[in-house]
């Protein structure tokens, strides 16, 4: 283990395993939809919004032979836990579960992932928690997956992909809120898009940079989104996690939406306090990519916020956001590393209290 | 009475405020964004072929939504404009010149307004004929309307953007009057703006040393966010500085300054706080990934530094004032060109929109000095 940079018992927040391709999800499938994909010939759905042997879809030294990255158990756990002493592990499976077109399929997919995720990470490595990955293109089914898959409390929250059906402050989407809300079950909002439609309101980018880049204006939209429709109104107890979404855009987008709520809450009178305030109750960020130039711009951004409670420690393992030994900037002072490592991921997810603590193995 | 002495007034009574505006004031502004409009579509009529007249009254103007006549998202006042702009005798907010000198271009000490027409000006309509005959029509509206009769104003060529070769064509045809200070595109074009397709734009303003200038607003057809349409204007209106971040990563990236290194590109009213952001992601992002795009060879940050400038309204709000001073320093003093916005709702005032405690000949250089030297002014 390299010297203690990170607190004992540091909960990763962000950390992907990778589906290895659709043969390993199919015994997760009921028989009609194992048939089909035989009879068919799906080959998956991998995203594109993490094409396997782009640069960031896996540091170069986490890969395999084969390039590919994070697809079992253990070299996830030789670097999280005995290189870095975590103490536990958010797992976000970023299999294209939203990209589906077919619902009932994408139902089925959102099972087995959710299932193998169960059986083949949560199973053998108890320092490990996990996303409930949902067909959000139906709410209907989403609320039934989480209903499904909450009575397992090593599932701590929900995820989504930043662009998905429509912004997800609408409507439609309370049903899932609620249940979420109802099984302590924070909602990650993840970097990533079904690709439904052009990324960015100029149209469709050229180049993966890009899209990466811009998918920091998604997030802007989502906050716009569940704030101006009034989610949190409703359901006082959601917690909304940005997960690999960047956090310096934040203070300076929030400057611009509470100026204009300031002249535009006519439009949304349910809307009672400046969003602001509204975000720092219900919003957190995961810590990677840190997208300030330095530790005193970074440290200049976090007092724009104005609150300590919002950052949660991450890695993004195998994304390629780290470079080095260290899981965390050794710039941080000791206090807002145990700060964000620990106090605020346990303050988020009420269902993280039976984490054991690292070294445990 | 120093401007200082004056905010000091307009913050202890501000009941007394307009009556304080009209006060004579010590230094002068240059507007980089002014919108005049028409008093009726009909003032377009003579600058139009009988052909697209016709067209224009037959089918109306056609951006990529759904209403025939009003915005998607209904605005949060008539018109988006403040409630004293309309002149006395009914003409609409932007459209009557004497009026205009009066309760603006006087008041505030504007010693140029860059004009930038909205609407009618047949930009990303879907028929891309119309566009090009509409955009030359409201070209040659703004010169006998607005800038021949008031030195103050200067116009902006206003371009079919779709049509990168039209485009440029207009250019060409405009660049050499001295009434013209820049290009202008609105924000959401249909594809991003660093493409190809849009290149003939950027060759032509370099050639002519004309700066291209993007507005906030348009219809590119693609909702303002990537997850889908939102549901309410304040989502609209605060999403776009999101296409602005759009926009900016386009030219960037795409390597439109590498290939162009004497373009000078203006945003205006999408506020400037993203900036800063934006550029360190960019650099970040580039310095691992920059293999795949060839035609950005150096940082990000470097050509934002060197290419754009941008306006400040409406400007940040944040809770304390020394962060909105701190984003100006990360951005440059000799980036920020004021704009009132003038006659919309969310108008900054001269006398109160900078903050407090900006240091004097920064605050010199955001009101005035920048844009002249940007623009060549006087």
Known sequence: MTEAILPAGAIDCDVHPVVPGIAALVPYLDAYWQEMIDVRGIEGFESRAYPPMAPMSARADWRGPDGRAAESVEPVRRQLFDQWGEGGAILNCLYGIQTIHDLSLAAAMARAVNDWLAAEWLAIEPRFRASIVLPLQSPELAVEEIERRAADKRFVQVLALVMGEQPLGQRAYWPVWAAAERHGLPLAIHTGSAYRRAITALGWPSSWLEDYVDQAQAFQAQVGSLVSHGVFNRFPGLKVVLSESGITWLPAFLWRFSKNWRGLRIEIPWVERPPIEIVRDHFRLTLQPIDAPDGATFERIIDQLGSDEMLLFSTDYPHWQLDGDQPMPDWLPAGTRRKIAVDNPRATYPRLGEVPSGGDR | ?378
Request: hydrophobic letters at 35%.
């Open chain 2, 1 to 378: 009475m120093s401007l200082d002495t004056v905010d000091d007034v307009l913050v202890e009574s501000r009941g007394e405020a307009r009556a304080e505006r009209t006060r004579p004031v010590r230094s002068t502004i240059v507007d980089c964004d002014v919108h005049p409009t028409v008093r009726t579509a009909k003032d377009l009529e003579p600058y139009l072929a009988r052909r697209w007249w016709d067209h224009f009254t037959t089918y109306g103007l056609r951006p990529k939504h759904g209403n025939a006549t009003a915005d998607p998202y209904p605005k949060a006042q008539p018109r988006a404009a403040r409630r004293d702009a309309w002149a006395p005798n009914g003409d609409q907010p932007g459209s009557n010149l004497a009026f205009m000198r009066e309760h603006y271009l006087d008041p505030y000490g504007v010693e140029c307004g860059i004009l930038s027409p909205l609407n009618p000006t047949g930009q990303g309509d879907q028929n891309i004929d119309f566009s090009i005959a509409m955009t030359h029509a409201v070209n040659d509206w703004q010169l006998d309307v607005f800038t021949r009769l008031e030195p103050r104003f200067k116009a902006s060529i206003v371009i079919p953007y779709e049509d990168g070769e039209a485009s440029a064509r207009e250019i060409e045809l405009r660049a050499g009057t001295a009434d013209f200070a820049q290009v202008l595109f609105l924000t959401r074009t249909s594809e991003p703006i660093g493409k190809r397709r849009y290149w003939p734009i950027f060759e032509a303003a370099a050639h002519h040393g004309v700066p291209v200038a993007l507005h906030v607003f348009g219809y590119s057809g693609h909702p303002v966010s990537g997850t889908g349409w939102p549901s309410y204007y304040i989502e609209e209106m605060t999403g776009h500085s999101a296409a602005c971040q759009a926009a900016v990563a386009s030219l960037v990236l795409e390597g439109v300054f590498e290939r162009f290194p004497e373009l000078k590109v203006v945003i205006i009213e999408g506020g400037f706080g993203w900036l800063p952001s934006l550029t360190w992601r960019l650099d970040r992002h580039w310095q691992k990934l920059g293999a795949e795009v060839p035609g950005c060879r150096r940082p990000p940050s470097e050509y934002i530094r060197e290419h754009i400038w941008i306006t400040t309204q409406p400007i940040e709000e944040p809770e304390d004032t020394a962060d909105l001073i701190q984003t100006m320093e990360w951005i440059g003093w000799d980036r920020l060109l004021f704009a009132t916005d003038y006659p919309h709702w969310d108008f900054d005032d001269p006398m109160r929109a900078l903050p407090r405690g900006l240091d004097p000949a920064n605050r010199r250089k955001i009101e005035a000095e920048n844009a002249r030297a940007l623009f060549k002014l006087g």
